[in-house]
């Protein structure tokens, strides 16, 4: 995937989550992909498509990057025809059932091996002249 360049870089590198230390305990994942309700139209090269909120290739590429660091498990699901604000209505019963697991002691599932590729974590370079 091509690198996304924008103008103004600070803040977004402040809060990319790839540039994090990765977690060491189990994590469960949720990405929509439909986020046309929240003004995602197309599929920019070099993005691709997302939530309206968050691109799902990132997401995948930093529930990878978890994997290839240790993380213990990732849970990982995308649901393509729901939104950002349209996810959590799906999402949360799995959640819950999820976290239920974990503290009942059942071991936590992974998805690592699964995930489809991502986008590039790597810092946001400022384009010159903007």
């Known amino acids: 995937m091509g690198q996304r360049q ?4 600070t ?3 402040r809060t990319n989550l ?7 305990v189990p ?3 949720a990405q929509g992909n439909a986020g046309v309700l ?7 090269d070099g993005i691709g498509t997302g939530d309206g909120v ?5 997401v995948r590429a930093l529930a990878r990057q978890y994997c290839a660091t240790g993380t213990a ?3 990982y699901q995308q649901y393509d025809v729901l939104s950002h604000f349209g996810v959590p209505a799906v999402w949360a019963p799995q959640a819950l059932a999820w ?6 002691g059942r071991p936590a599932p992974s998805d690592c091996g699964h995930i489809p590729a991502g986008n590039s974590l790597a810092p946001e370079q400022p384009v010159p002249g903007s």
């Open 54 to 58: 968050m691109v799902a290739g990132d």
């Open 11 to 13: 803040s977004s590198n």
């Open 38 to 44: 929240e003004g995602t139209f197309g599929n920019p």
């Open 18 to 24: 790839g540039s994090a230390p990765s977690p060491t």
């Open 99 to 104: 976290l239920n697991d974990r503290f009942a």
């Open 6 to 9: 924008r103008s103004k870089t």
């Open 73 to 75: 498990a990732v849970a």
């Open 27 to 29: 994590g469960y994942l």
